[in-house]
């Protein structure tokens, strides 16, 4: 039987070629009508036999090439009209822009042989794209995405490049941003002065020749700028971390290839799939020898990842080694995304630039994964993933979340979803809280909403707190472990009961002191603080986050042990200080914790960068099979984890630090577990920046496991504070708040 079906499809299916893909099934299965984007997806008119009309719309779901994912069709009978073939009509361009916008994707193996191939005119062209590939969100100016609203607007079509664009059959059938080395963007190579070194096909090749004598480039791809340097070559190393005044905090290496990879990094299969997905993250995985000590310095993980466009990957090949590729700014700066900008801020760091011309709409930095306790998870969401939208049921239109102080990131809702916005870095920089401004802006015009409702930690100084009071609508604060909780439950789509493990550094909690070793029992709409780590008082308040050796002191007064380990210059000014209990902050830090334990078991005084001392301390853990430290659940009020056995075990223990740290990270992931049995919940989540902490994860997950729950982790949202905004979202879309006893707790004692 004849039918004519109207079927409105959504999910990911613009700028992924799914309209020449409806029309060469269509074809295929000798179906008559139409295809045509629409601001919420596509919708197709197709008339035929019924069964072939089944088939179809099965196979559209089934069989569209990645990037695209059609979600969900609705199908209705229409009368028949019987056009005689199929065709594309062009976007409409109306209605509400709830149409997915796409990440940009690194190049797929069919753009790759092209530049790779002698005879195809995009040989060794460094902008090739199609609609399986390429630049997506840094280049796109509004909705809908068509090649005018981008910012390859200036590059008129050749006309080769014109008959694929229009070729229903070809594969860059309106890729918006398609070019070839006629008509698209070029490569220049230039002196800091200015000076030209070097234009057209040459560049690439002069530019490798450039690192290869182990100079600096500043190199300017997809979202920004990259500084690169030859990753074996120490003195060249050293040079650029003096230059950016960047001095220990580990550098991302770029390699060729996945076997380049793997000489380089302890691979599992996981961080394989990872590091070739299009998203093209950094990994961070173990490292082998090879590469200049201060690519990281003291540090046995090494953050890797593979060429993200084809002008990396052609860079890459011409040079054949791995280099340092780190974002293109000044530390704690945005990234630069002007050429002329980037010339005059870059001036003394790189030596030369290669630069393009097609303008970056939106800057964007590399994205950041690492395995947790059994999969990996993305720490840090920008190129690859933002800006990707969450399923969230019930979210409309208006509220914008503005995230933690460190780590910012931006959450705006839209209907039935979040959009969930890139890293944009510490809040302690204006231009960051500028960008932060910007990003909420941008996000809601692409989705054309207007914001009535600003999202906002508790805490009154953290810079996104004052830009959402700054933004003139209705505010409401959200407890910062509170929003990390919600931001896992949301992720896997699970309001409880669950007992949501939430440790990290810090973030101020309702009673006025600074938490971070909480246990929140979450249902539903009702949340309630049933457990946290013994407290202690933090001497010195901030300064103490970046000195282990303060936060040990703190723990050790608590216990009431005089402490002979810490051999520091002004231990005996903190002591006093904590005698007295002047200048010093009440905390359940576990981040703290960790610190402390870093400097008792190994010496290790402070962190050199936000995390460090905890992750060497990880580090340090030789194996995974240690009798852990004893600690113990104390019932009260609320339950307590007190870690004052084991660091007492720590401290007399006589082995080394490697089975130091093993027990004491065995004796956390025991008191976890002795908790949520204490608890009595079967879902038990783990989130927070010292869930980033793998040997704490993997022994969190086997415990709770053992005992028959169920551990819940993060895989798209990161645990640290860049998941806080989309928490935040979450918190004000299901209406989840603390039960209100814990307000009227201790009064506030904020130190400053
Ligand atoms: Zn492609
Ligand atoms: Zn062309
Ligand atoms: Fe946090």
Redesign the pocket.
């Known amino acids: 039987m004849i039918e004519r079906r109207h079927i409105s499809v959504w999910g990911a299916v613009q700028g992924v070629g799914f309209r020449p893909f409806a029309y060469l099934l269509a074809q295929e299965l000798g179906l008559c009508g139409f295809v045509i984007n629409t601001s919420q997806g596509a919708l197709i008119e197709a008339e035929g036999e019924a069964s072939s009309l089944d088939e179809f719309v099965h196979r559209l779901k089934a069989e569209l090439p990645s990037p695209g994912m059609v979600a969900g069709t609705e199908e209705l009978l229409v009368h028949l009209v019987g056009e005689g073939d199929f065709s594309i009509r062009t976007s409409e361009g109306e209605g509400a822009k709830s149409a997915l916008i796409l990440p940009d994707l690194a190049p797929c193996a069919l753009c790759l042989a092209e530049v790779g191939n002698p005879r195809d005119r995009r040989f060794g062209y460094a902008f090739t794209n199609c609609t399986h590939c390429g630049p997506r969100y840094s280049i796109i100016r509004s909705l809908p995405y068509d090649r005018p609203n981008t910012s390859m607007a200036g590059f008129v079509l050749c006309p080769a490049c014109r008959k694929e664009y229009e070729d229903p059959s070809d594969r860059r059938f309106h890729a918006q941003p398609t070019c070839c080395p006629q008509c698209g963007p070029m490569l220049s190579l230039v002196e800091p002065n200015g000076a030209s070194l070097c234009e057209q096909e040459f560049t690439i090749r002069r530019a490798a020749t450039l690192l290869k004598e182990g100079q600096i480039l500043a190199i300017k791809g997809i979202g920004g700028f990259h500084l690169m340097v030859d990753a074996r070559d120490e003195e060249a190393v050293v040079r650029l971390r003096e230059r950016k005044k960047r001095e220990f905090k580990p550098l991302a290496v770029m390699v060729p290839s996945l076997e380049e990879a793997r000489l380089l990094a302890v691979l599992s299969p996981e961080e394989e799939e990872l590091l070739t997905s299009q998203a093209a993250p950094i990994v961070i995985a173990r490292s082998k020898e090879g590469l200049a000590p201060s690519v990281a310095p003291d540090n046995p993980n090494l953050g890797i990842m593979l060429p993200s466009s084809p002008l990396h990957h052609l860079l890459m090949k011409e040079c054949g080694m791995p280099l340092v590729a780190t974002s293109g700014n000044l530390t704690d700066e945005p990234l630069c995304i002007e050429n002329e900008e980037a010339m005059k801020r870059l001036a003394g760091i790189a030596d030369a630039f290669l630069l393009h011309d097609r303008p970056i709409v939106r800057p964007i930095d590399d994205s950041i994964c690492r395995m947790l306790g059994e999969r990996p998870a993305v720490l840090r969401r920008a190129r690859g993933y933002a800006p990707l939208p969450f399923p969230l049921a019930g979210a409309k239109p208006g509220i914008a979340a503005f995230g933690?102080h460190l780590k910012g990131s931006a959450v705006v809702s839209g209907e039935g979803k979040v959009v969930v916005g890139q890293h944009v870095g510490d809040l302690d920089n204006h231009l960051a809280r500028l960008r932060l401004e910007e990003e909420i802006r941008d996000l809601s015009a692409i989705q054309e909403s207007e914001i009535t409702l600003a999202v906002h930690d508790l805490h009154p100084d953290y810079a996104s707190t004052l830009s959402a009071q700054a933004a003139g609508v209705k505010t409401v604060g959200v407890q910062?472990?509170l929003a990390?909780a919600l931001s896992l439950m949301a992720e896997h789509d699970f309001k409880g009961p669950i007992l949501a493990v939430v440790w990290?550094?810090?973030?101020l909690g309702l009673d006025g002191t600074i938490w971070?070793g909480e246990f929140i029992l979450v249902d539903g709409k009702r949340a309630e603080r049933v457990g946290h780590l013994r407290p202690f008082l933090l001497p010195g308040g901030d300064s103490a986050s970046r000195q282990g050796w303060r936060s040990a002191l703190g723990l050790l007064h608590e216990m009431g042990v005089q402490c002979t380990s810490i051999s520091h210059p002004r231990a005996d000014q903190v002591k006093s200080l904590l005698a007295k209990g002047t200048g010093c902050t009440k905390t359940t830090s576990a981040g703290r914790l960790f610190d402390a334990a870093a400097a008792l078991g190994a010496g290790i005084m402070e962190s050199r960068f936000e995390g460090d001392a905890a992750m060497r301390w990880e580090c340090l853990a030789s194996t995974d099979e240690v009798d852990p430290y004893p600690i113990s659940v104390r019932d009260g009020l609320k339950k307590i984890l007190d870690w004052a056995p084991a660091l007492t075990a720590l401290q007399e223990d006589p082995d080394g630090p490697a089975l130091k740290s093993a027990r004491f990270h065995a004796a956390l992931a025991q008191g976890i577990g002795e908790m949520a049995a204490n608890i009595g919940v079967e879902a038990v989540g783990l989130t927070?920046?010292c869930f980033q902490n793998q040997l704490l994860s993997r022994q969190t997950c086997c415990v709770l496991r053992r005992r028959g729950m169920t551990p819940l982790e993060h895989l798209n949202i990161p645990p640290?504070?860049g998941g806080?905004a989309f928490g935040q979202a979450v918190a004000a879309v299901w209406d989840v708040r603390f039960d209100q006893e814990e307000i009227r707790g201790e009064s506030r004692t904020m130190e400053s």
């Open positions: 933690s910062h472990h990390h990290d550094g810090t973030g971070g927070g920046g640290n504070d806080i």
